[in-house]
């Protein structure tokens, strides 16, 4: 119970942070703060579940949702989205500028990720409604950053306390997200064979 407690309020903790810290390290979307090394930890620990219930089921699908999230997790460590497209310009992706190649890719392997987590989701196994909860955050958080996206495309992103809110609240699902998974997953690969 203390554990689940601690990271129910990881999420909140992420949200405030991003809200009123005024240094780096405590910024949720900073690459090296603690939030986004616990995002990367936990969609690890995700790709780790979900590689052992693969290899107990011997389930394809499970096997690509695990390399799905060990790409995502790595992709997280090092920052690469950020590098591919700086706020998902849809001007980027009209011309195929600036890395919009590889941002579509990583779009298409989030598409395929969230339709293998929505596969996770049968009544009656353990960890359903933490992965089904988890799911929906992660959908909210990339949703928000393409909302964002396009607000800069048509010069509207509002600017200060707003915009900060707005990161901290897309960065808190986030993290929110793949801590549900990954405790979803953890429950179901520690469980009875599905």
């Not at 509207?156 to 993290?175: F, I, S």
Request: glycine residues 10%; aromatic residues 6%; proline residues 6%.
């Amino acid at each position: 119970p203390l554990a689940r407690l601690g990271w129910m309020a990881t999420g909140p903790l992420a949200l405030a942070a991003g809200i009123v810290a005024r240094t780096w390290w405590l910024n949720p979307g900073f690459p090296h703060s603690p939030f986004r090394w616990a995002s990367m930890l936990a969609t690890l620990v995700a790709a780790v579940c979900a590689a052992l219930l693969a290899r107990r089921d011997r389930s394809t699908p499970r096997l690509l949702l695990a390399l799905g999230l060990a790409y995502i997790a790595t992709d997280t460590a090092l920052g690469l989205h950020e590098r591919f497209a700086a706020d998902l310009d849809p001007r980027a992706l009209a011309t195929l500028e600036d890395g919009a190649v590889a941002l579509l890719g990583t779009t298409l392997l989030l598409g395929v990720v969230t339709v293998l987590l929505l596969l996770e989701l049968r009544p009656g196994r353990r960890g359903t409604a933490m992965i089904a909860a988890g799911t929906a955050l992660l959908v909210l958080a990339v949703a928000a950053r393409f909302g964002g996206g396009a607000l800069a495309a048509l010069h509207r992103l509002p600017a200060g306390e707003p915009r900060t809110a707005g990161l901290a609240a897309m960065h808190a699902c986030g993290l929110s997200g793949w801590l549900l998974v990954a405790a979803g997953l953890f429950v179901r690969a520690n469980g009875t064979p599905t």
